[in-house]
């Protein structure tokens, strides 16, 4: 494959080397944020977990929705990607009442604009999974919108179509987490389109960064559910009294070891491959 000529962004997790004028080359770090904030310490394997599972479920979704990967590379933790223009906002499809969705919801009986039913609980899973934009922050915290403000800004006809894309997506998703016993609660996805106007998914999907996962067999609604994904990280760090700003706290090894852990778990539960196998030979996740 070729070579990248530079890298032109990073964000969080991610850094994007140009190809040429129409690919890229997204590589995932194992760097790890929690509350949008990096902190020192980095989780060994993670980026290739998140790669992984994204090319896993890029594979598995792309007569759903067009996608942007064109190659999985050999270093397991880097996908080459059809350049895309990103829209403005990102489009989280929430199935149980966690988060921010179950702070909105303690203050004001709705979640991003939509009116719930009384009486919920902390991870109740909903009615019915419920679209709730946000904006992307190049840096501080995403912000929650409802789809009126959504709508403003992309249209309400893309918007639409964002929703039905988003809810699609998680509904497949939902049906194999669970048939492997994991609990998709929320997740997002980034959008974009390509030369020709066509809607197109990008960035990473279905991870433990962009995912609530909770195993089945422990799950309990009424409070927190034990995760897969990085609220073991969230927790330990909202019990330091950390004021959620730069710089970020020191990760312990055993939040280390068991941050990779719980990840690595997450991929082979819903991978059906040993994690081994993978880093032995990443185009196992594409067949």
């Known amino acids: 494959m070729p070579e990248a000529t530079g890298r032109i962004g990073s964000g969080k997790v991610r850094d994007l080397y140009a190809l040429d004028e129409r690919r890229l080359r997204l590589t995932a770090s194992d760097r790890i944020s929690t509350f949008d904030v990096i902190l020192p310490t980095e989780i060994p394997d993670k980026g290739c977990v998140l790669t ?17 990967l064109l190659a999985l590379r050999e270093d397991g933790r880097s996908l080459e990607c059809r350049r895309l223009e990103m829209l403005p906002i990102e489009v989280v499809v929430r199935g149980y009442l966690a988060g921010s969705g179950w702070t909105d919801y303690r203050a004001t009986g709705t979640v991003c604009g939509h009116a719930l039913p009384a009486g919920l609980r902390e991870s109740d899973r909903l009615p019915e999974p419920l679209v709730t934009p946000a904006t992307k922050a190049h840096s501080g915290h995403d912000e929650n919108i409802d789809a009126v403000t959504a709508a403003r800004l992309v249209g309400a006809d893309l918007y639409a179509e964002m929703e039905r894309v988003a809810l699609t997506l998680y509904r497949f998703a939902a049906a194999h987490a669970e048939s492997c016993g994991i609990i998709l609660a929320d997740t997002k996805f980034e959008l974009g389109r390509d030369p020709e106007g066509a809607m197109v998914l990008g960035d990473e999907i279905l991870t433990p960064d962009s995912s609530r996962f909770w195993p089945v067999a422990d799950y309990s609604p009424g409070g927190p559910q034990p995760s897969y994904d990085k609220q073991y990280v969230r927790d330990y760090c909202e019990s330091l009294g950390w004021d959620k700003t730069d710089p970020g706290p020191e990760l312990p090894d055993d939040v280390v070891a068991g941050t990779r852990a719980r990840y690595v778990e997450a991929f082979e539960l819903l991978t059906g491959i040993a994690f081994a196998d993978y880093l032995a030979d990443p185009q196992v996740v594409l067949r």
Request: aromatic fraction near 18%; proline fraction near 6%; avoid cysteine.
């Open 52 to 68: 992984g599972l994204s090319a896993f479920w890029f594979a598995r979704t792309s007569e759903l929705v067009p996608n942007h």
